[in-house]
């Protein structure tokens, strides 16, 4: 008896649902996921120059290690797994470090050359890639180390923001004898002018009353 109801029940939403809604409840898309690859040993890679990524030089499809993760292309999609072998989650995005990886690398790796100069690269144990990638990146480890063993790079300068120069202060220029007036309190100004000597021409006529003065004691004598 329960089970015809069940299917009542059932007819009834099949019934009163429409059909995208419901096949709507289920959206998931099955993405399948790359073969696995099987390393007899733990891989060694070496760092692309100019960057910080790693790559697995000895198999013929790309996994590269950035940032912690492990990264593969397949299929026209990426992968990434926190291990080298398994593990393997689809990426939905491209992710920003391969803007920066020349499609031609393997045969710059198989030639030891980067950008016309010889590359001395060196092969890095996949455990000490492990440990040290983010210790490496934060203190710019291949930078220092002869520029990632290409000789003669001149590693590209990181664009910096650019500081304004501070400017040195200007001298101070001399105020004029008006500004400083202007400026002075009144009780300062009354003081200069009292005691500033007149300056100027003589009293015109002082000469000629001096000598009619004389004249007159003359005629008094």
Same mark, same amino acid.
């Given at each position: 008896?329960?089970?015809?109801?069940?299917?009542?029940?059932l007819l009834a939403l099949a019934l009163v649902i429409p059909v995208p809604t419901m096949a709507g409840v289920d959206v998931g898309v099955n993405i399948s996921l790359p073969p696995l690859i099987v390393f007899s040993a733990p891989p060694e890679v070496v760092v692309i120059p100019e960057t910080y990524v790693y790559a697995v030089p000895d198999v013929d499809v790309d996994?590269?290690?950035?940032?912690?993760?492990?990264?593969?292309?397949?299929?026209?999609? &990426?992968?990434?797994? $926190? *291990?080298?072998? @398994?593990? &393997?989650?689809?990426? $939905? *995005?491209?992710? @920003?470090?391969?803007?920066?990886?020349?499609?031609?690398?393997?045969?710059?790796y198989r030639d030891r050359r980067w950008r016309g100069h010889p590359w001395n690269h060196?092969?890095?144990?996949?455990q000490q890639v492990q440990k040290n990638w983010g210790n490496w990146k934060k203190t710019n480890h291949w930078?220092?180390?002869?520029?990632w063993g290409v000789q003669g790079l001149k590693p590209r300068t990181r664009s910096q923001p650019h500081s304004r120069a501070v400017e040195p202060k200007s001298r101070a220029k001399p105020q004029s004898r008006e500004v400083q007036r202007r400026?002075?309190?009144?009780?300062?100004?009354?003081?200069?002018?009292?005691?500033k000597p007149r300056q100027g021409k003589p009293e015109r006529g002082g000469k000629e009353k001096h000598e009619r003065k004389q004249e007159r004691q003359q005629d008094r004598r």
């Open positions: 008896m329960k089970k015809v109801h069940f299917g009542i029940v996994i590269f290690f950035y940032d912690g993760w492990w990264w593969r292309p397949w299929e026209g999609r &990426w992968y990434r797994s $926190r *291990r080298y072998g @398994s593990g &393997w989650a689809y990426y $939905r *995005r491209v992710p @920003s470090f391969y803007g920066g990886i020349p499609s031609g690398w393997r045969n710059d060196h092969r890095i144990p996949h930078e220092k180390q002869q520029t400026q002075s309190p009144p009780q300062h100004r009354e003081v200069q002018q009292r005691s």
